[in-house]
């Protein structure tokens, strides 16, 4: 496995309370090579947490998270990350966002640049470098995001709800050059998501999870024999979308 995360409970402090906050309860999950693998969850079952165990951002409470047989003890290079929010920086142009990076690895300036170009071609932004992040709409500025966490060239792509805040057709463009990117790319991508036919879409497999304290309830894997045409059509699509959604409806139902 790619990652692995091997009884992971996350627990937090709370304020005038002797007992912590359990976030995430023994997460058990592995994650293949060049996968890409959705969650989905209800709102507050820690999905966002377990990302940020992944970046090293935070340790778990107890179990431990490895990445090629090595356990996660911080941030690295290895792992690109997009957010909901685009994070640019105002100051720098498209193509000044995506060399952060790879200012980090001390690539040199010349390689630097044309690796950016390269990379904001990659997602359709070829001729945009010059722009500045308010010169450009939400979908590009989420483009020019996954650009610079590709740009350095991560083995790991964490993303954590990062169409959430665009329209619909803005979202489903994206969700069709994110694939063809993994599929040009081969990275191993853990997706996040509150959308379950965002989830069917993308992912070759669905890790549901419970309502909280989070665990892993089901995997399901998603396969399909063709991507040609309107996959949301097929038929199959349909049963992983309603085997999603009564998994859901019972984790929402036991809390309420």
Same mark, same amino acid.
């Given at each position: ?8 409970? &996350?627990?937090?402090?709370?304020? !005038? ?7 995430? !309860? ?20 820690? &999905? ?9 951002? @935070?340790?778990? @409470? ?47 300036? &010349? ?41 350095? !060239? ?30 040009? @790319? ?59 959604? @009564? ?10």
């Amino acid at each position: 496995m790619k990652i692995e995360f091997r009884q992971v409970t &996350k627990e937090f402090a709370v304020r !005038d309370s002797d007992r912590p906050f359990r976030a995430l !309860d023994g997460i058990d999950l592995g994650v293949r090579e060049g996968e890409f693998l959705t969650l989905v969850g209800p709102s507050g079952c820690g &999905k966002s947490t377990l990302l940020d165990l992944l970046t090293g951002l @935070t340790a778990p @409470t107890s179990g431990e998270i490895r990445i090629d047989g090595v356990p996660v003890e911080g941030p690295g290079l290895d792992r690109g990350i997009v957010f909901q929010q685009y994070a640019l920086f105002p100051w720098r142009t498209a193509l000044g966002n995506v060399e952060f990076g790879l200012e980090a690895k001390a690539v040199p300036r &010349k390689e630097r640049s044309a690796l950016a170009r390269r990379h904001l071609d990659l997602v359709g932004l070829g001729g945009f470098g010059d722009r500045y992040p308010h010169e450009l709409s939400g979908g590009m500025r989420q483009r020019v995001a996954i650009a610079r966490s590709l740009a350095f !060239d991560p083995d790991v792509l964490l993303m954590d709800e990062p169409f959430a805040a665009l329209d619909a057709q803005t979202r489903e463009s994206l969700q069709e050059e994110l694939l063809r990117i993994w599929e040009k @790319t081969g990275k191993t991508i853990v997706f996040i998501t509150h959308g379950i036919d965002e989830a069917v879409y993308l992912g070759q497999r669905v890790a549901v999870m419970s309502s909280r304290p989070g665990r892993v309830r089901q995997v399901i894997d998603v396969s399909f024999d063709s991507r040609e045409g309107d996959l949301r059509a097929d038929p199959r699509f349909g049963e992983y979308r309603h085997a999603i959604w @009564t998994l859901l409806r019972e984790e929402v139902a036991s809390v309420a």
